[in-house]
């Protein structure tokens, strides 16, 4: 199984999605950035190296809130989520190919990975 960390990060009162690039698997589709934990790394560390990757800015107050196994034909995802906040930096895009910033009440209006 798969371990991949999944960073919620809240702003405003609004929270970050980003669309996994077209050439990527399940690409055109949204998620909550983050990534594969790798061998022995600290699933908190290991989101915060991701999200510096991937969107180039740092994250904190990183919080537990949910796991989620999900079974795909191939292989098997245990998705860990946490609450975040960004401690700095202005979102750049590296991995992905489009951002918004929404209520939680409008996340369902988006095609999710």
């Given at each position: 199984m798969i371990v991949v960390t999944a960073a919620i990060i809240q702003k405003d009162g609004k929270i970050l999605d980003t669309r996994r690039s077209p050439w990527k698997h399940l690409g055109g589709y949204w998620e909550f950035q983050g990534g594969n934990v790798e061998g022995q790394e600290i699933w908190e560390e290991c989101l915060v190296m991701e999200i510096l990757e991937e969107l180039v800015i740092q994250i904190s107050a990183l919080k537990f809130f949910m796991e989620n196994i999900h079974h795909y034909e191939t292989k098997s995802i245990r998705l860990?989520?946490?609450?975040?906040?960004?401690?700095?930096?202005?979102?750049?895009?590296?991995?992905?190919?489009?951002?918004r910033w929404m209520t939680l009440t409008a996340l369902h209006t988006l095609e999710w990975a």
């Open positions: 860990l989520g946490y609450w975040a906040t960004i401690e700095r930096g202005e979102i750049q895009l590296t991995d992905h190919d489009d951002f």
